[in-house]
């Protein structure tokens, strides 16, 4: 009765810890795309708020953006963006990488934001090449402040458009 009672203490212990024990599949990853319309400004004037952005936005951007053209209207660069781990025991930080790309045209832009494969050397979570659920949900929340911000800026609501009202 007792190693009855035991095993089944166990298996209900196990059965209540709720951990992410694998990464989401790859096929599950999705480029998020962000379109912004109605802008005022020209393709230029675009460009120069969502460099003004990522440049504020970021604290090296110099280390995330790899190539822009202010003529072309694009920005390419790559970030990194923090996940966790949740179990009932832990919550493990993890970090992964994602393209940024963006183009402004008259009056409208878009955003694309894409999660990479792989593990950055600053990550703790080496065997998780993608995030599990409960933190590809953070990743695409993150994505979402991203775009936010930017849409302000855009707009020009952002942080330096707000400083030239003195």
Not at 121 to 140: A, D, E, F, I, K
Request: proline residues 3%; aromatic residues 14%; contains cysteine.
């Amino acid at each position: 009765m007792k190693r009855w009672f035991f095993a089944t203490s166990i298996l209900l212990f196990q059965g209540c810890a709720t951990i992410e024990n694998s990464p989401i599949a790859r096929e599950q990853l999705e480029i998020k795309a962000f379109t912004y319309t109605d802008l005022t400004g020209d393709k230029e004037q675009l460009w120069n708020r969502a460099n003004n952005y990522f440049a504020s936005a970021y604290n090296n951007s110099k280390a995330v953006l790899r190539t822009s053209s202010q003529i072309q209207g694009t920005i390419i660069g790559k970030g990194i963006v923090s996940w966790k781990i949740r179990s009932d025991f832990y919550i493990k930080p993890c970090y992964s990488e994602y393209q940024i790309r963006f183009v402004a045209k008259e009056h409208k832009a878009r955003l694309q934001l894409e999660l990479l494969e792989g593990t950055p050397p600053l990550s703790n979570c080496v065997y998780w090449t993608l995030p599990g659920g409960y933190g590809y949900q953070q990743v695409m929340d993150e994505f979402n402040e991203i775009s936010s911000g930017l849409g302000k800026a855009l707009r020009g609501e952002g942080k330096i458009e707000s400083m030239k009202d003195f």
